[in-house]
């Protein structure tokens, strides 16, 4: 099979793309409505973000050498910029994809680290690019491209950097532009849109890619990777930033928003087919300056856990324009970490509980523990937990990343699990829920079958360790009841975050598979699907060119 891509001779970045009015095989390139038969969703998005690329024919690029650092050393792919700015192909499979298998997976990451000769610092930093992998009849197409948030679009057209993005902030020409610049931090202008974190499929259809800033959510076309436009919250809710990860099923949205003026959290939920959210309860912290960061939060089928972490929400090192260790956060230890937990219906706190001091990006699951009656006793959180270490942090900035040589500087993680007692009791515990040497004591970017949302579950995936390393490198499948783990590894690859996709009317928990998309040691991408159950490797699809790392990713069924 051969390439089909078609790229424009531009100077920054170079476009590659593919003929949008070719179909092949039940692949179809045109522009379609996906809202068929629903109310118009259009209404709520605001429209022409992204402006249209030139289609022209043009072979796919040749695979990039990797690019070198200062010391002589070759520079991972997966620390670097992705080499043009949009393609589209068919690849060429090695072994068998299911045929069952039948829709696309996406997957946002930072896939841009430099504007002109300006490279960013951290991986965080990095413009959103969005890659698919479209599955059907054995055959997969895949691509990607830029979301064209307004701070992506600013930074080609001027080449710098003019909002604020985890680490990196404007420079001001002078006292008075950085004045006006800390006025419009205040108003939430100043802040990034770069939606470069996670991409989720609402109920309704809508595909929207998220961020840290609320501003930062956008629609996009998970069949041509076209920005649609803002998504726009339509209450009078408020607020700059919000969980990165909310919960997201066919029949509800929820997610938390920080209060940073009077330290808490909103607990919403936003219906399909709408864009507004309604608070379900708040929850007041009980330590702190200001509300521990809440990157992702879990839940059970009728409670929503609310983690108040000791790294928190810091506006002092917000404002200012070199960044800290801790970025906009900071570690308070004597805050103490506590876990809530909210009645789904009622907003009602049903438990608060103090818990051991821990760090964590993302939960796995929670469930409800019962007793012989069946009455619900306790409530079990899973977390990738790292040994409260907040050094993780800094560990992400790319001149770490790009600079491994051979020495083990992973900081420790570990598959944390809180036991929050619903009894009256003050306190939780936390404790590994299987030997970290298992998964070589690494342990991030997780999935679950997602029909065990906020049930007592099974197996779980993300990616692990094997040292001696500076970042995860493994894909490994948990087994909590067994406590045991499966890795895969390939020497010297980076792989993204393992994604599971059950197999239509599967009865076990583990029948589906597992995809993955991985940077390769010698500049090469290619596209990975595991066995969900076996854990071996079933079919990999080589890219044309090197791909940088990326972080979340959904699956959007074929209809």
């Known amino acids: 099979m051969a390439f089909t891509a078609i790229r424009s001779s531009i100077s920054w970045p170079t476009m590659v793309v593919s003929d949008h009015n070719a179909s092949r095989d039940g692949f179809s390139f ?146 008075l532009s950085y004045v006006g610049e800390l006025a419009s931090l205040f108003s939430g202008a100043s802040l990034t849109d770069n939606s470069n974190t996670g991409v989720v499929k ?6 929207v890619c998220l961020t840290e800033t609320q501003k930062g959510s956008i629609v996009i076309d998970p069949v041509t990777l076209d920005t649609i436009g803002k998504f726009e919250y339509s209450d009078s809710l408020g607020g700059l930033i919000h969980s990165a990860h909310p919960i997201v099923t066919d029949n509800e949205f929820l997610t938390l928003l920080p209060d940073l003026v009077k330290p808490g959290y909103l607990v919403v939920r936003m219906e399909p087919a709408t864009n507004e959210r309604k608070v379900i309860g708040r929850v007041d912290c009980r330590g702190g300056p200001s509300p521990g960061w809440v990157h992702s939060f879990p839940v059970t089928d009728h409670y929503i856990v609310v983690p108040e972490m000791p790294l928190r929400y810091c506006a002092q090192n917000l404002l200012k324009a070199e960044p800290t260790p801790l970025y906009k956060f900071q570690w308070h230890p004597e805050s103490k970490g506590y876990m809530h937990v909210m009645c789904k219906t009622s907003g009602k706190i049903v438990a608060s509980v103090e818990v051991p001091l821990f760090v964590t990006f993302h939960f796995i699951n929670a469930y409800e523990e019962v007793d012989e009656d069946g009455r619900i006793t306790a409530v079990i959180a899973d977390c990738c937990e790292h040994n409260s270490d907040t050094t993780i942090l800094d560990r992400l900035r790319l001149q770490n990343l790009r600079s491994f040589n051979g020495e083990d500087v992973l900081p420790d993680a570990r598959v944390g699990r ?58 490994t499948k948990i087994d909590l009841e067994l406590k045991k783990a499966k890795n895969w590894y390939d020497e010297g690859a980076v792989p993204s975050e393992p994604f599971f996709v059950a197999r239509p009317g599967a009865t076990e928990e583990d029948d589906g598979v597992v995809i993955s998309i991985i940077s390769g040691k010698n500049g090469e991408g290619y596209a990975l699907l595991l066995d969900g159950s076996t854990f071996e490797e079933i079919a990999r699809a080589k890219f044309p060119y090197g791909l940088p790392y990326g972080l979340h990713g959904c699956w959007v069924p074929k209809e």
């Open 418 to 475: 809180f036991k929050i007692p619903l009894d009256g009791s003050s306190y939780g515990t936390l404790e590994a829920a299987l030997d970290p040497n298992e998964h070589g004591k690494g342990m991030d970017m997780c999935s679950i079958n997602p029909n065990y949302l906020g049930k007592k579950y099974r197996y779980a995936y993300a990616c692990g360790a094997k040292r001696p390393c500076n970042f995860p490198n493994t894909l």
């Open 30 to 175: 045109h522009n379609k409505p996906i809202y068929k038969g629903k109310r118009n969703l259009q209404d709520l998005t605001i429209a022409n973000v992204a402006s249209p690329l030139p289609l022209i024919n043009a072979p796919p690029p040749p695979p990039e050498e990797p690019s070198t650092t200062t010391c002589g050393r070759h520079q991972h792919v997966a620390w670097t910029s992705i080499p043009q700015e949009r393609w589209e192909g068919e690849l060429l499979v090695q072994g068998q994809i299911p045929l069952w298998l039948k829709g696309t997976y996406l997957r946002n990451g930072p896939g841009l680290w430099h504007i002109g000769d300006y490279n960013f610092r951290h991986l965080f930093d990095g413009y959103a690019t969005l890659v698919k992998l479209q599955f059907e009849n054995g055959r997969l197409i895949a691509g990607h491209r830029q979301i064209e948030s307004q701070a992506y679009q600013a930074a080609k057209k001027n080449q710098k950097i003019c909002y604020r993005e985890f680490s990196e902030v404007p420079k001001a020409e002078n006292f």
């Open 202 to 207: 609402l109920g309704d259809g809508r595909v």
